[in-house]
């Protein structure tokens, strides 16, 4: 009988050395990336950060290792830009337990009342038609395929760029930029557990999937994209407190942002 348990290394990923989990998917040559406590200011870890392959991989290799996650526990993320962070160790990974005390709506309107009292008067007019009024998180979509299908496909149209591949030990792939220690919009929140429940509300509600993180930029798949004006206008606010720069430094208001994002089935977030 061919033994599928995860292997002693990537055991080493979760606090019960990975007991119970199985692996069949092949792995390319990789290593365990640790965090480095000069970085994170945090001592030695106590676990490796995540696993990441040496060499670039296929949107095949992604797909199956997806469709592997409920029986390994490791979702499987694309990394761009591997040299830095990722190879040197510049994450701080968190508990996902602590994105349990956080929600989508508490994110939003925190955000938007923060940045709405920073904003001239006359700035306002990019919020249009909320204005200083945050509308809340929008109503879910309607799924067009199912999300792993979305996920597989994204992920092997952005495979195309030659990147390594991440696997990380997590319930879900929201959960995953915590426990990895994905800083990327860290000029925008210090903190990236509250984010990550951003992520887990979008992955209920759009059938949203994490599929590729870079040293500032997250690619989403989504299912469940909005496909008329107003839905995809009350994403599109969601999507300003997420990443304000997506909006600011692209069309400069959120009903030119909105038109980018109806019926497009991924989410593309760029930090300064």
Known sequence: MTDHRLPRELGRLFADAGMGRALRAALPPGDLVWPDPGYTGQGEPARPAFWMSDEPVSGHDWARLRAEHPASGLWPVLLDESAQPWSIGQVVPDEPAQ???????????????????????????????????????????????????????????????????????????????????????????????????????????????????????????????PVDAEHALHVAAEHWTFCPDNVVQGPGDLRGYAEQIIGRHFWSFWWD
């Open 99 to 225: 994105i349990d005390h956080f929600t989508a709506e508490g994110f939003m309107h925190e955000v938007w009342q923060e940045w709405v009292a920073q904003m001239p008067s006359d700035a306002l007019d990019e919020l249009d038609p909320y204005g200083a009024l945050c509308p809340g998180p929008a109503a879910p979509g309607v799924p067009k395929a199912t999300p792993g299908e979305v996920a597989d496909w994204y992920a092997d149209q952005l495979s195309s760029r030659g990147m390594p591949l991440g696997l990380v030990a997590a319930r879900r792939g929201a959960d995953a930029l915590a426990v990895m220690g994905w800083q990327g919009a860290l000029h925008h929140n210090e903190w990236m557990v509250p984010l990550a429940a951003v992520v887990r509300s979008w992955e209920d509600r759009f059938g949203a999937r994490v599929v590729c993180v870079g040293f500032n930029t997250l690619e989403l798949s989504v299912a469940a994209p």
